[in-house]
């Protein structure tokens, strides 16, 4: 069932995934799904497949770069250890000419993971090849994308797919829209290039409408969806002439990265179970 949201297993399924997407006028970024090693030669493991996918990246014509999670490079070892692990990959990447992206997890790693990304950033030979991801349902956030537009970093808004507490995380989904719609118009106006990560309908009709309204070329930034998510709104906005990336996981540990997809639209488990007994 989780073939729906997770493109396979191997890398070979993931480039395979990303071929037929390229194919269809798509951007990819390719995550390699696991969280929370506990060894620093499991975080060496994890690693080495991004290292490969780099590799395998930079032969291949398609628009793609990858996403990772610092709990997966040793971030729970030590913030050293994981700074160690993914400034390695920025290195590889700034040779591919391709670029990294740091997901954001759960709130204990909100600040250690923006300090982290600004740090690697900071590298000149760097800039423009690492990112981060912000979620709109924080309260902090605004406060956060201000810091990081100082540095000229490129960020991802996203609404944010982890269980916070009230005094951190706006509970209403109409505050985390508000927020999203906000947080939208700061990041189209700085002049960097970001994504735009959402499947919801208003806010993708809201970035347009502000995009328009302010004669901010289309192509300053990108909409970004999930494998298997409204893949009808995903080729409808590649015709409609803007950027769309999709974010592609692949590997053996998808099961926490799939419950995250159930959690956040229950009707998936109905609309999983049809298809799965259809087969
Ligand atoms: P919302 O949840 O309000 O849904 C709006 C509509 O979108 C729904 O009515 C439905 O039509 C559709 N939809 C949404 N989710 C769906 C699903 N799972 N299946 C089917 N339809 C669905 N989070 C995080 O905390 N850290 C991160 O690093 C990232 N990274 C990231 C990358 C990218 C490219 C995307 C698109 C998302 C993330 N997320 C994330 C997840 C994000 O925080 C959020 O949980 C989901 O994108 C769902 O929120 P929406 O903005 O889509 O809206």
């Known amino acids: 069932m989780s073939s729906r949201f997770v493109a396979g297993f191997r890398i070979e399924d993931a480039l395979s995934a ?7 006028g798509l951007a990819v970024t390719l995550d390699s799904l696991g969280e929370n090693v506990s060894t620093p030669a499991q975080a060496r493991n994890s690693a080495q497949i991004y290292h490969w996918l780099l590799d395998a ?28 692990t993914v400034s390695t990959l920025v290195d590889h990447a700034v040779q591919a000419n391709s670029f990294v992206r740091v997901d954001m997890e759960g709130t204990p790693y909100t600040q250690a993971t923006i300090d982290l990304v600004r740090k690697l950033h900071a590298k000149p030979a760097n800039r423009g090849h690492v990112g981060v991801v912000i979620q709109a349902y924080l309260r ?40 999203f719609v906000a947080l939208t118009e700061t990041l189209l106006k700085s002049g960097v290039f970001h994504g735009i990560a959402t499947h919801d309908p208003a806010m993708i009709d809201a970035t347009k409408n502000f995009a328009r309204a302010q004669r901010i070329d289309p192509a300053s930034f990108e909409f970004q969806m999930l494998y298997g998510v409204r893949r009808d709104l995903q080729r409808s906005l590649v015709q409609e002439g803007y950027k769309v990336r999709v974010y592609v996981p692949f590997g053996e540990e998808w099961y926490p990265y799939f419950m995250r997809r159930l959690a956040e639209r229950p009707a998936n488990v109905l609309f999983l179970a049809k298809n799965f007994f259809r087969k």
């Open 18 to 24: 990303a071929d037929n997407l390229a194919a269809q």
């Open 57 to 84: 990246l930079a032969k291949s014509k398609i628009d793609a770069n990858v996403s990772l999670k610092l709990t997966q490079m040793g971030m729970d070892i030590g913030h050293d250890v994981a700074f160690q």
């Open 140 to 179: 902090r956030s605004a406060g956060d994308i201000a810091n990081l537009l100082s540095d000229g970093i490129r960020i991802r808004l996203c609404k944010g797919a982890y269980q916070e507490p009230a005094e951190l995380a706006f509970p209403e989904k109409k505050d985390v829209d508000t927020n």
